[in-house]
Structure formats: structure tokens, C-alpha cells
């Protein structure tokens, strides 16, 4: 059986094509073009993705798709009409993909939304879960919930396995926004006005990530469902800080501030959103995962943190370390 991934030479897309070939699974890469080809593996190029991007190359023998390919989710759009972008890549590029690939005889697709489906926070004990409704609350987010919706229409009308995992924030080696940032920040020793951020938030490593992804590709009780995956230990931005520095090899210097008095000059200075993330929780539940496809996480969240530290001070100039 041949696997055919999209944004193949991304963060997921890179340490999932090299799972896939270490168990032995034919892999075909699905590429804007043939100028960043991935390792070992056999390419398509389709171009840009949209409702009229042609497929026939890409899905030629091919049984399971994963669809990791997207318009991402940017703190500071400056599109002139960020929905009609979104829309345009995440929506109709993932529906006329779908209707190609059951033409082609596909017969399953795992289609890697988004948490932010869900909402953006949760309260500090009540999780998120595949049963809550759906609560996007920005273009991105609702370009991933109509992109779901128009998913299970079309396995509706064609029998097409529509698979959709809704992860959280994803970290590992190749980490880019907010979370290198953080690691940027701690690596410096800079002070971080963090130490009264009491939330609970679930992470995802990118090769447990990869590993749920194969799952939802290859087990029979996958089909049809949704599910949300994380490491399975929610941490408090305070504490994350802490296990940071100590994978980095470094002392922490967060420091105690009054979350509503930070909050109040991130306002000022146009950075709420920031701190919102910083201080506000968001848990998942993936018991229906864990449950229906007997999966566990197979790293812990401090080897994932261990391997993303390793990876950015191997990243960092000689004479930085």
C-alpha cells in the first residue's frame, strides 16, 4: 500500500515520511515543487493548493493519504482577506483533493486539523473532547472546521475513510512561532515574567504526533472518527519553563508578576494574544484515541523536550553554547 503525504517537507511532514519508511511502508511525497525534495523518498510536485490544483500525478496507486498540507494559522495576518486565503487552501484545496482521491480509488484520508476547532481555551479542569461543540474563533480555525465538515460529506456520498485528528500546539525538533521563542528566551537566561502562569495545557511532541498519524492511517476502527491527541500530561507555562531549562541545561529566571497587571501592558503594547497563551489553559482529552485504537504516547513529555533542546543547541552557532 502507498501512502501519499502533503506538506511532506515540513516540521511533521519530515519525521513522518522517515517513519513510514523505517516500517517498510511505500511513501510518495506531495511538494509545491521539486526544489525541496524529502530524503528517500519518491515525489510529486502539484504546485499551489487550491479548488483546482490537479492531483492525478500524485495520487497514482495510492491507498492512504495523510493531508498535513495548509494555509497556517500567523499572529499577524496581513492578507487584505485572510478568510477568502484560508478558504481557499484549507477548504476548497482539501475538498477537491478528496473528491480526486476517491476518483483515484483512495481508500482512506487522515486529515490533520486543529484544536482550535474546538475554541482557544478550556478551564482549568474541564478538557476538550471529540463529544464538545465545535467553537472556531478565527479564519484559520473556521477554514478547519468547514474543511472537517466537507470531509465527511464527501466519505458520506463516495464511502471515502475520512480520518481527523485535532492536535494541540506541536513541539520537537524544527519547532518554529512561539515555542522557539520560549527556548530562544530561556537558552539567553533572559528573565521571564512567568513564574504565577498556573494554567494546564496540553502539548503534543511531533513524534507522538507521528505516531497517532500512522495509527488513524492504518487501523480498521479509525475510519469515520475524530480524534484529539496529546503527549497525556497537561503542563502549566510556569512549570514548562522550569522542564525548558532543565533540557537546555540552563537555570530558569522566571519571575513572579501580577497576571492581570501583565496583561494590561501586553494590551497596551498590542501583545494580549501573546499572554492569553501564556497564562490561559487549554486542555484536551484523547481517552477516544487512547481507548479505540489502544495507542499510547511513546515518548514522555520530557524526552520530547529533551530531543527539541538537543536539537536547537546543535542549531545554535559554536560560539553561543
Not at 492504518?218 to 514548562?240: I, K, R, W
Amino acid at each position: 500500500m502507498k501512502f501519499l503525504v502533503t506538506g511532506a517537507n515540513g516540521f511533521v511532514g519530515k519525521p513522518l515520511c522517515a517513519e513510514l519508511l523505517r516500517q517498510g511502508q511505500s511513501v510518495r511525497a506531495a511538494l509545491r515543487s521539486a526544489n525541496s525534495p524529502v530524503e528517500n523518498v519518491e515525489m510529486a510536485a502539484v504546485g499551489s493548493i487550491d479548488g483546482k490544483t490537479d492531483w492525478t500525478e500524485a495520487l497514482r496507486g495510492v491507498g492512504v493519504i495523510i493531508h498535513l498540507a495548509a494555509r497556517v494559522h500567523v499572529m499577524k495576518d496581513t492578507s487584505v482577506d485572510p478568510m477568502a486565503k484560508f478558504l481557499e487552501v484549507n477548504l476548497h484545496g482539501t475538498a477537491n483533493f478528496a473528491q480526486q482521491a476517491t476518483r483515484a480509488g483512495v481508500k482512506r484520508l487522515v486529515y490533520v486539523s486543529s484544536i482550535k476547532v474546538n475554541g482557544e481555551q478550556t478551564g482549568a479542569t474541564q478538557p476538550f473532547t471529540e463529544l464538545g461543540e465545535a467553537n472556531p474563533q478565527d479564519p484559520y480555525a473556521i477554514s478547519k472546521w468547514q474543511a472537517e465538515q466537507a470531509l465527511q460529506r464527501i466519505a458520506q456520498e463516495t464511502g471515502l475513510e475520512v480520518v481527523i485528528v485535532r492536535p494541540p500546539l506541536v513541539y520537537g525538533p524544527g519547532v518554529k512561532g512561539n515555542f522557539i521563542s520560549l527556548l530562544t528566551a530561556i537558552e539567553r537566561g533572559i528573565p521571564l515574567p512567568l513564574a504565577g502562569a498556573n494554567n494546564a495545557r496540553s502539548l503534543l511532541y511531533v513524534g507522538n504526533l507521528v505516531d497517532a498519524l500512522i495509527a488513524c492511517a492504518t487501523h480498521p476502527a479509525a475510519a469515520g472518527q475524530t480524534y484529539l491527541v496529546s503527549d497525556g500530561e497537561d503542563v502549566s507555562t510556569a512549570m514548562l519553563v522550569e522542564k525548558i531549562a532543565k533540557a537546555l541545561g540552563r537555570n530558569s529566571r522566571s519571575f513572579y508578576f501580577p497576571p492581570a497587571l501583565l496583561r494590561t501592558v501586553a494590551t497596551l503594547l498590542g501583545r494580549a494574544e501573546q499572554v492569553d497563551r501564556l497564562f490561559g489553559s487549554l486542555r484536551i482529552s484523547s481517552e477516544k484515541i487512547r481507548s479505540e485504537l489502544a495507542w499510547t504516547a511513546p515518548y514522555t513529555l520530557e524526552q520530547g523536550l529533551r530531543a527539541t533542546a538537543d536539537w536547537y543547541r546543535k542549531s545554535l552557532p559554536r560560539d553561543f553554547v
